[in-house]
């Protein structure tokens, strides 16, 4: 799936995000029955790259995100999760899961930061969809909504 294939990516007050990367895939996290989002990163062989590079939550809540690596290097991730960050160390061919709270909409990054990785290391995002809660709103005109 791509950037355009989803919807809400490219318009204003949209999850944006989508057009900024300009790598990879985009990829939706699922709800299950009890509520939980789930989704699957993989680092492909020599791309130095999550795939999907953006993962979409429809709205904040909880991720179980599974991370596969099938390159032949280490990496890790350093993934956010209410303000805290979660480390996975995925050797080469292996396999690590982390549960995320992400409880508000926004853009969220993660990566890779062992090595240089070609200079950036690992890049990626979840982008939680939804609106700021009341409280959290600033006072001004209304903006247009999709």
């Known amino acids: 799936m791509t950037a355009v294939d989803v919807p809400g990516l490219d318009k ?5 995000l989508g057009r900024i990367l300009g790598r990879g895939t985009v990829g939706q996290a699922e709800e299950g029955p009890d509520g939980v989002m789930r989704a699957t990163i993989r680092i492909p062989e020599d791309e130095l790259v999550y795939e999907p590079g953006i993962l979409v939550m429809p709205h904040a809540g909880t991720l179980e995100l599974t991370l596969i690596n099938d390159d032949k290097n280490t990496h890790c991730a350093v993934l956010p999760s209410n303000g805290d960050y979660m480390f996975i160390w995925l050797v080469n061919h292996s396999k690590g899961t982390a549960t995320l709270e992400l409880d508000g909409p926004g853009y969220y990054w993660y990566g890779s930061r062992s090595g240089n990785d070609e200079g950036r290391g690992l890049t990626a995002a979840i982008v939680v969809g939804g609106d700021a809660p009341p409280e959290a709103r600033i006072d ?7």
Not at 12 to 16: E, I, L, S
């Open 140 to 146: 001004r005109p209304p903006q247009p909504r999709p």
């Open 12 to 16: 204003q007050n949209g999850v944006t």
